[in-house]
């Protein structure tokens, strides 16, 4: 059932080549949802193995978290290309890369083996590249080009890690190297791979250039899938499975210097997709420094936010590209007056802002919470400090795009009509989602802020 769940997005994008290409997103959104009911349908047992032609998959917990994230988010996205590219032909070629995109991120959540979860790893590297060239127009080719050498590029001295853990352990097993200590220049290795592929300073610069591609692209690199893989990455094998000689710290504060320098750029841009990309590039450097605590209360803060970021991230994205599409421009300072014409779409977008930002009682509150109060109990005040800074980055560059989209009255604006009703829908449900995610968890902990 595993390697189904697996399995079943290579043979949804193989089927679409049988089939007339019209057909193609409702496919990929049909195997999308079959992916998430195996998921969610899954026996409820952590810490499991499972054997398929000598390579091990692993079923736990944190693989149960991103499978369901991605696939749901993936399955909204979809809903939301029925939309998008209604009158486009590129439909056909973007349902049958995403759907890869899609396995080849449950290959990587589902992976106990570092040889598979490295060729995952690259096929997810393949289809961004693919996928965010998909105009074909020569600029996104060359924006293309660019992500596709960083990260693989960054993977390729990632594992170089891997043959180091092999040597040291004797396995490329993940639950059987649980214990075993590394030395920190493998963790350096490892780190590069992570950095690249989740975009982070300085080697960033690929994502906001990856804005360029159509909105259900960048919506899949940023909510669904590619730059939550090397947080991925680094949660399963360096919390709780392999230890690190030598001291990290260094790897904290270049996080947090990414987490910032990406902030103070957002509240400089005027292209509304690239501010949500620098605003990715922030809050990944505010997970991966939470990781880097290994802080029990800290690593579930970013567990949680990694829900939250996913769920809200995704609605802010979607709605950038219905605001392209009104405005026939990515400027944020050449839209306006959506409020009073569009309340739907700014209910959406005001509750994914919200739970991106932190406000409680929003799903992002608690997790920010609970990584800046695991910096506290490790007693990094200044770690926590410069947390609490980004967070503070985050709803000023925000609260910006509201402002300037949403807000201010500009009569001078044409807004172009378009039948954009189900890509409305999605938004809404984005934000619904990640204001009842917070509900739910608020309840769950019986009204407590502790974790």
């Known amino acids: 059932m595993l390697f189904l769940i697996i399995i079943l997005p290579f043979l949804g994008a193989f089927l679409m080549r049988i089939f007339k290409k019209r057909f193609s997103i409702y496919i990929a959104g049909l195997i999308t949802f079959l992916d998430f009911i195996l998921i969610i349908s899954l026996p409820d047992?952590?810490?499991?193995?499972?054997?398929?032609?000598?390579?091990?998959?692993?079923?736990?917990?944190?693989?149960?978290?991103?499978?369901?994230?991605?696939?749901?988010?993936?399955?909204?996205?979809?809903?939301?290309?029925?939309?998008?590219?209604?009158?486009?032909?590129?439909?056909?070629?973007?349902?049958?890369?995403a759907l890869i995109f899609l396995g080849s991120m449950l290959g990587v959540v589902f992976s106990d083996n570092l040889i598979s979860l490295y060729f995952?790893?690259?096929?997810?590297?393949?289809?961004?590249?693919?996928?965010?060239?998909?105009?074909?127009?020569?600029?996104?080719?060359?924006?293309?080009?660019?992500?596709?050498?960083?990260?693989?590029?960054?993977?390729?001295i990632m594992f170089l890690s891997f043959v180091y853990i092999y040597l040291l352990t004797g396995t490329f097993s993940i639950s059987k190297m649980t214990g075993f200590s590394v030395p920190w220049f493998v963790f350096l290795l490892f780190f590069i791979g992570v950095i690249t592929k989740s975009a982070t300073f300085p080697l960033?610069?690929?994502?906001?250039?990856?804005?360029?591609?159509?909105?259900?692209?960048?919506?899949?690199?940023?909510?669904?899938?590619?730059?939550?893989?090397?947080?991925?990455?680094?949660?399963?094998?360096?919390?709780?499975?392999?230890?690190?000689?030598?001291?990290i710290i260094w790897a904290i504060y270049l996080a947090l210097f990414s987490s910032l320098i990406a902030g103070f750029v957002a509240l400089m841009e005027k292209d509304f997709k690239k501010?949500?990309?620098?605003?990715?590039?922030?809050?990944?450097?505010?997970?991966?420094?939470?990781?880097?605590?290994?802080?029990?209360?800290?690593?579930?803060?970013?567990?949680?936010?990694?829900?939250?970021?996913?769920?809200?991230?995704?609605?802010?994205?979607?709605?950038?590209?219905?605001?392209?599409?009104?405005?026939?421009?990515?400027?944020i300072t050449r839209m306006g007056s959506i409020?009073?014409?569009?309340?739907?779409?700014?209910?959406?977008?005001?509750?994914?802002?919200?739970?991106?930002?932190?406000?409680?009682?929003?799903?992002?509150?608690?997790?920010?919470?609970?990584?800046?109060?695991?910096?506290?109990?490790?007693?990094?005040?200044?770690?926590?400090?410069?947390?609490?800074?980004?967070?503070?980055?985050?709803?000023?560059?925000?609260?910006?795009?509201?402002?300037?989209?949403?807000?201010?009255?500009?009569?001078n604006i044409e807004i172009k009509s378009e039948k954009i009703e189900i890509m409305n829908l999605v938004v809404v449900l984005l934000g619904i989602f990640s204001f009842l995610a917070g509900i739910i968890f608020l309840f769950s902990e019986g009204g407590s802020f502790v974790y």
């Open 45 to 97: 047992t952590l810490k499991s193995t499972f054997e398929f032609l000598e390579i091990l998959f692993l079923w736990d917990d944190i693989s149960f978290l991103f499978a369901t994230t991605s696939t749901f988010v993936a399955l909204l996205i979809f809903i939301y290309s029925f939309g998008y590219f209604k009158e486009e032909k590129e439909k056909s070629f973007f349902s049958f890369w």
């Open 120 to 156: 995952f790893w690259e096929i997810a590297g393949i289809c961004s590249y693919r996928l965010i060239g998909t105009y074909r127009e020569k600029e996104h080719l060359l924006k293309a080009d660019k992500a596709f050498m960083m990260t693989t590029g960054g993977a390729g």
């Open 204 to 247: 960033h610069t690929w994502l906001p250039d990856a804005s360029v591609a159509p909105t259900p692209v960048t919506a899949f690199l940023h909510a669904a899938v590619l730059v939550k893989i090397g947080i991925y990455g680094l949660l399963r094998l360096f919390w709780k499975t392999l230890f690190i000689e030598g001291n």
């Open 275 to 331: 501010i949500l990309a620098y605003s990715t590039v922030s809050q990944l450097g505010f997970l991966i420094s939470g990781i880097l605590l290994l802080n029990e209360r800290a690593i579930r803060g970013v567990l949680v936010f990694y829900l939250a970021h996913a769920l809200g991230k995704g609605g802010l994205f979607l709605t950038s590209g219905i605001m392209e599409r009104v405005f026939g421009t990515k400027d």
């Open 339 to 411: 409020m009073k014409k569009m309340p739907q779409i700014t209910l959406g977008y005001f509750l994914s802002m919200l739970s991106v930002i932190g406000v409680p009682p929003f799903l992002g509150f608690f997790g920010k919470l609970n990584v800046i109060m695991g910096s506290f109990e490790n007693k990094m005040v200044f770690v926590g400090f410069l947390l609490c800074i980004s967070s503070i980055l985050t709803l000023l560059y925000l609260w910006r795009t509201f402002k300037f989209v949403f807000i201010i009255e500009n009569d």
